[in-house]
């Protein structure tokens, strides 16, 4: 006798279990779509200031989201800062001190510059420049320059990394030529035209094509008059010196009966304030813009400033963002 076995489900098990199944998958269908989303940390940011006061204290800031973590007084000379270790970037602003002001013209700005940098993990030694000062019972009596902002690597036996000058007092009689230009389309050759600054002879010499298309080298002193900023010149070349751009003209006959030939133009920056007022500094355009009220923006001329006639000019500064 034969048995027959059947094997399997019936319709109605099988619709009660894909019921189940659509239940189950509708209620984690939110699970099962929406991504994980890792929670990163933001660092906070802050920000340190390094400073001489009003009072001519040497001041040390920090600040976390602006509000103060620290305001004191060091000692020794120096501010110290310890990179945070959560921060992703510094960026490292320094100014020198500014310069007097004289009888006759203010003081020129400190030297600004500014470094974007990756977190380091060395302490860093800030040393402001202090500003050059005046007697106000005798305003002739003023230190010639300001001094030196600079920065230290505290972990590498106080290695300079960072310097600033400051600026000059009473400038405008105590001129120098800080850089040049010379633009020049005359005659070609293969000498590109070219200038250079000799300070320590108060002159600048300029490289140029001569009408041959020949290399001519130009070596004449400059000597400046505050009051017409004009330089003196021999031979057939002429020099005019008028609102910062020296234009020398070339004659083709002695006697000059022709009208004067654009020979080529020569552009002076010159380092020093030919007022009487402060000369503002390139830092305090950025407390500006960071909207800084209190502590360094309260400094009187403003960090960096050249000072006024008779005036001092404003305190050195470092001042650190992360």
């Not at 002001?101 to 993990?121: A, D, I, N, V």
Request: hydrophobic share 35%.
């Amino acid at each position: 006798m034969s048995k027959k076995y059947n094997f399997g489900f019936s319709l109605f098990e099988v619709v009660v279990t894909m019921a189940i199944v659509a239940i189950f998958v509708a209620a984690c269908s939110n699970v099962f779509t929406q991504k994980y989303k890792k929670k990163t940390a933001i660092p906070p940011h802050g920000r340190m200031e390094c400073y001489y006061d009003n009072a001519g204290q040497l001041t040390e800031r920090m600040l976390s989201e602006n509000v103060i973590i620290s305001d004191t007084h060091p000692a020794d000379g120096y501010c110290t800062f310890k990179p945070l270790s959560s921060s992703s970037y510094l960026i490292v602003n320094a100014v020198g001190g500014g310069g007097a002001g004289g009888q006759q013209y203010g003081g020129s700005k400190g030297e600004y510059q500014s470094l974007f940098l990756t977190t380091t993990t060395h302490t860093l030694h800030l040393y402001p420049g202090n500003p050059a000062n005046v007697d106000a019972t005798n305003p002739a009596t003023f230190d010639p320059k300001a001094e030196d902002t600079y920065i230290a690597d505290a972990d590498d036996n106080d290695r300079e990394i960072l310097r600033v000058a400051g600026g000059l007092s009473n400038s405008g009689s105590n001129i120098t030529l800080k850089s040049c230009s010379v633009s020049y389309a005359e005659y070609s050759c293969r000498l590109t035209p070219s200038c250079t600054i000799d300070a320590a002879n108060n002159r600048v010499i300029v490289k140029y094509c001569n009408q041959n298309g020949e290399a001519y080298n130009l070596e004449k002193s400059i000597n400046i008059d505050y009051s017409t900023i004009l330089s003196e010149y021999s031979g057939t070349d002429t020099a005019e010196l008028a609102r910062g751009i020296l234009v020398y003209r070339y004659y083709n006959t002695p006697a000059y009966l022709q009208d004067p030939v654009n020979y080529f133009a020569l552009s002076i920056q010159l380092d020093g304030n030919f007022t009487q007022d402060e000369e503002p500094s390139d830092l305090e355009y950025y407390i500006t813009g960071l909207e800084i009220k209190d502590g360094i923006a309260l400094t009187s001329p403003r960090a960096g400033t050249g000072g006024a006639v008779g005036s001092k000019g404003g305190t050195g500064a470092v001042i650190i963002v992360w």
